[in-house]
């Protein structure tokens, strides 16, 4: 069974940069042709989708989210890390990273999530 775990600061200045690593369990991140995504939820409002990285290494990044978002990968570790930069209260939100089979698609497989707050 495949599990996957966030990590990551609870609480998180204004203007300074977010990273979260998803620690994966039971798939290897580099096997074909799965997508290991990052997935917010702000209170109140919806999932949205931030991010993924595939099998191949090949980041791919919400529009909306481009200029501030990066995701790296650990194959060593089997671990891949989100890295948001210049965040506001409007990035407070539970994180999540989930496992789909295409891109910005539906996840079989989550982490439990995370809570995240920005504020001074």
């Known amino acids: 069974q495949v599990q996957l775990q966030e990590s990551g600061p609870g609480l998180v200045k204004p203007s300074q940069a977010l990273s979260l690593t998803c620690s994966v369990s039971g798939e290897s991140i580099t096997t074909k042709y799965w997508y290991w995504s990052w997935i917010r939820q702000p209170p109140g409002k919806e999932l949205e989708w931030m991010g993924a990285i595939a099998y191949s290494g090949n980041t791919y990044y919400n529009p909306s989210l481009k200029s501030r978002t990066s995701i790296s990968r650990d194959t060593s570790k089997n671990q891949f890390t989100l890295h948001l930069n210049s965040v506001s209260p409007e990035d407070t939100a539970v994180y999540y990273c989930?496992?789909?089979?295409?891109?910005?698609?539906?996840?079989?497989?989550r982490g439990q999530g995370t809570q995240v707050t920005v504020s001074s």
């Open positions: 989930a496992r789909g089979d295409r891109v910005a698609g539906p996840s079989d497989y």
